[in-house]
């Protein structure tokens, strides 16, 4: 079915308060950059409602797959425009039915009129074409309470009816909730993280650690990659590309082998929280999950989080890798997680690595390294910036 409008509602926007029309011109920012490659649209919010209305020829199911990637938007109703006389209404309103499973099914008309010139009143029109409908297709009845499907009508300057109500992202739209910067590793973990926060209207900067020649170029890119179909839902992504190799290097040579991992954990810590500072980042993200490896026990976590002060968010926290995975599958990451290119924590794993560090004996282990604080400056000020428009 080809729609003429999409009809966008949203969920907890709608009960901001004063504060709505920031969320709601945020969430029209959004859509009109992200519709913008599909089309001209007319995009204008009225009643908690956003109407969507193609100026030009476009294709329903491309932009429909736009739309569900929008944060904010909790469903989207494709509807279809017809003339303003009952029997264009109720042929409109036969023709979307006949595209559902209508045997046996029960059904309500709810009629809404912004022109308040049509001669029937919302009540009037929806029993009239109710009648109509019901004529026309003995298989359905009324159920005015609990319907199996809803046909809506919408008397604006023409007549719009739907049937069909599909889920959007949910969540708030990017923007409206500040700036955190993301831990991007190759893995399936980090992406699922950030579209996570992202999903709560945060925006995101990715970072990631890169040890060149030990991880190719292919490694790296494999994760641009990541972070470009992550712009899909969470908007422009600038990913800041950090040398990581002689903060490794070093760290192999002075430190207990043991404690490689969480050291190694620490310093990329360290690093991205100045990469915030500098980007304004107000959180760090992080795709760990309690026990999934030696490095993401409570005790490394604790350790990890003492070298930092802002808040650090790892919405995969409490889940299982099947819920992760089931996730960045939907999102459409899963293919390249799993591409088989070596990461920086994979290439020098400890046989024996500890489980328990305390941070007393790490803080011990990082003063064998004197001279960390100028090798992670260096590190910075040999970035690379790659920004992925959204
Ligand atoms: P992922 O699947 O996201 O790679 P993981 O289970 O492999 O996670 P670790 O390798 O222990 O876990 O990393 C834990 C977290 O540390 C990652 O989720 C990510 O946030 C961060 N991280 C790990 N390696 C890198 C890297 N090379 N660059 C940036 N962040 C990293
Ligand atoms: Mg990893």
Redesign the pocket.
């Known amino acids: 079915m080809k729609a003429d409008l999409f009809l966008l509602k949203y969920g907890e926007i709608a009960l901001k308060g004063l504060n709505k029309p920031i969320f709601e011109r945020r969430l029209l920012s959004n859509l009109d950059s992200r519709l913008a490659k599909i089309g001209r649209f007319s995009i204008k919010a009225a009643q908690s409602t956003i109407y969507v209305e193609p100026l030009e020829t476009v294709d329903t199911d491309e932009t429909l797959n736009e739309l569900k990637k929008v944060f904010g938007i909790v469903n989207i109703c494709p509807a279809v425009r017809c003339g303003k006389e009952l029997k264009a209404i109720e042929d409109t309103a036969i023709t979307c039915l006949e595209e559902e499973e209508t045997e046996g099914k029960t059904f309500k008309v709810e009629a809404k009129r912004e022109d308040k010139s049509f001669p029937l009143n919302s009540p009037q029109l929806s029993a009239e074409i109710g009648a109509r409908i019901l004529d026309r297709m003995p298989g359905l009845r009324v159920d005015v309470h609990n319907p199996d499907i809803l046909v809506q009508i919408e008397i604006r300057k023409d007549a719009f009816v739907y049937t069909k109500k599909i889920k959007g992202a949910g969540g708030m739209p990017v923007g409206t909730n500040g700036r955190a910067t993301?831990?991007?590793?190759?893995?399936?973990?980090?992406?699922?993280?950030g579209y996570m926060i992202a999903k709560r209207g945060v925006t995101l900067d990715?970072?990631?650690?890169?040890?060149h020649p030990y991880?190719s170029d292919r490694a790296k890119q494999k994760?641009l990659d990541l972070a470009k179909i992550m712009t899909q839902y969470c908007g422009a992504i600038n990913v800041h590309v950090?040398p990581?190799t002689d903060i490794q290097l070093e760290i192999i040579d002075k430190c207990p082998k043991s404690l490689l991992?969480v050291i190694m954990?620490r310093m990329?810590m360290r690093i991205?929280e100045r990469i915030a500072e500098k980007t304004g980042g107000q959180a760090l993200?992080?795709?760990?999950?309690i026990g999934?490896?030696a490095?993401?026990t409570m005790e490394s976590l604790a350790a990890t989080n003492s070298v930092v002060s802002r808040p650090v968010f790892r919405p995969?926290i409490g889940m299982d890798k099947e819920e992760?995975v089931n996730i960045s599958k939907k999102i459409e990451t899963y293919e390249t997680?799993i591409l088989p290119f070596e990461?920086?924590?994979?290439i020098f794993v400890p046989k024996h690595p500890k489980t328990k560090p305390s941070i007393e004996e790490l803080s011990e282990a990082e003063k064998l390294m004197p001279n960390f604080e100028e090798l992670l400056d260096r590190a910075i000020e040999n970035e690379e910036v790659v920004s992925l428009g959204g």
């Open positions: 993301l831990l991007l590793s190759g893995g399936i973990d980090s992406p699922v993280a990715a970072v990631h650690f890169h040890s991880t994760v950090i990581f991992t954990r990329m991205a993200i992080t795709g760990e999950s999934q490896v490095s993401q995969c992760i997680s990461d920086c924590c994979t």
